[in-house]
């Protein structure tokens, strides 16, 4: 099981986001540091994380850039100078593939190659998808399907009222978070409905598990720019109970971006692919933000706004818990599942005071009720 400290990551990623911006801009070698970074690593966890093939490419012609969507055979991929070209996939790549049901996803870095005799039609061919930092993928008919990969941020959104928090619903979210190894950020909105006090004992314990809690209101404006700051130059994934006000939060952030989104997905709608395909929806940048820089993308996931557990088994539950993990193999029956049993060490932990009840009681929860699996 992974062992990523997300709090850490978190704070050195937000400590370097302006940085990142003013190199890029004084050196301009944005692209050639980000190659740096995705490729060259190989998965820890031993799950599909795309590939790399060094082919015979002629470097004029070849460009990197970031898949935005994939339509059946077809990608739309966005090179580093803003420049939309729609794709096919090499043979070689697709051969390559026969044990894995994706060679390219939404969100995946690629190398595409353009045909000199066609330019400016905006067609070309992806030569290579580079290893994949992360993913949210479901079982579908028993395969593995990547709905997208590569994403900074996921916003769990809730609201203070109308309707009510549910605590134990975003614990859902946030062990799908950890199960994707996505950065989770939890926003309770319509913070202007209640006492925030009231929300301290709940909130305060994410907090100290390092998930970080925004209280925001897309009414009087609370935390809408920390919000707003979060979002820059990432890829983030929004997603929530319908009423929360996850589209009244878009409009705040950027006015328009909820039209944006809700145009494409009932494009998404028509397609083949209605239940899983996402897309790279890019952020407007902002006065003096170069257009070619990454100003980061809104993911849209039009098959998993509803509140699912994605593909995860009630036996890996406690290990998304950061919480629960650690006492989880002290237990006296080696497949004690914390609920029922005699000599568990979860359940001395949450006599203790060392684990809170209310989580366990979300963890319990989620184990005995099989609607979510
Ligand atoms: N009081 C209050 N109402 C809000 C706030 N944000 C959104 N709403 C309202 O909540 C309702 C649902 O908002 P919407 O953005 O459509 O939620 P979505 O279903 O999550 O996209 C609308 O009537 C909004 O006006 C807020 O911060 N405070
Ligand atoms: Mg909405
Ligand atoms: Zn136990």
Redesign the pocket.
């Known amino acids: 099981m992974r062992k990523r400290d997300f709090t850490k990551d978190f704070a050195e990623g937000l400590d370097s986001v302006e940085d990142t911006v003013s190199n890029e801009r004084l050196s301009g070698k944005g692209a050639l540091s980000r190659k740096r970074t995705v490729s060259g690593t190989n998965s820890e966890d031993g799950q599909e994380t795309g590939f790399e093939v060094a082919l015979d490419v002629d470097s004029l012609n070849t460009r990197s850039g970031r898949v935005l969507s994939v339509h059946g055979l077809n990608s739309f991929v966005k090179t580093d100078d803003g420049q939309i070209y729609e794709c096919t996939v090499r043979g070689v790549l697709k051969s390559l593939a026969t044990d894995l049901q994706h060679v390219v996803v939404a969100g995946d870095f690629a190398t595409i190659e353009l045909d000199p005799k066609s330019s400016g039609e905006n067609q070309a061919v992806i030569v290579r998808v580079d290893h994949r930092r992360n993913q949210i993928s479901r079982t579908s008919r028993k395969k593995q399907q990547i709905i997208v990969a590569n994403v900074d941020l996921v916003f769990i959104?809730t609201?203070a009222?109308?309707p009510g928090l549910k605590p134990n619903l975003i614990d859902r979210f946030l062990v799908s978070a950890e199960k994707s190894e996505i950065q989770p950020v939890i926003v309770i909105?319509?913070?202007?409905?209640v006492h925030v006090d009231d929300l301290q004992p709940v909130a305060g314990v994410w907090s100290q598990l390092g998930y970080p809690v925004i209280m925001?209101?897309?009414?009087?404006g609370q935390g809408v720019d920390r919000i707003r700051k979060l979002v820059r130059g990432r890829d983030c994934v929004v997603t929530?109970?319908?009423?929360?006000?996850?589209?009244?939060?878009l409009n705040a952030i950027e006015p328009g971006l909820a039209l944006k989104v809700s145009t494409v997905s009932a494009e998404n709608q028509k397609g083949r692919h209605t239940t899983t395909a996402a897309r790279l929806i890019p952020l407007t940048p902002e006065e003096g933000e170069l257009p070619q820089k990454s100003v980061g993308h809104l993911v849209d996931t039009p098959g998993i706004r509803s509140f699912q557990l994605w593909d995860v088994i009630p036996e890996e539950v406690g290990g998304y818990f950061p919480d629960i993990r650690p006492f989880i193999n002290t237990c006296k029956f080696p497949n004690c599942t914390h609920t029922h049993e005699d000599q568990c060490s979860v359940k001395w932990a949450v006599a203790d005071g060392k684990i809170d009840a209310r989580r366990y009681e979300s963890y319990c929860q989620m184990r005995e009720n099989d609607e979510y699996f």
């Open positions: 959104v609201s009222g109308e909105n319509k913070v202007d409905l925001t209101s897309t009414i009087t929530g109970q319908s009423g929360v006000g996850k589209t009244s939060m």
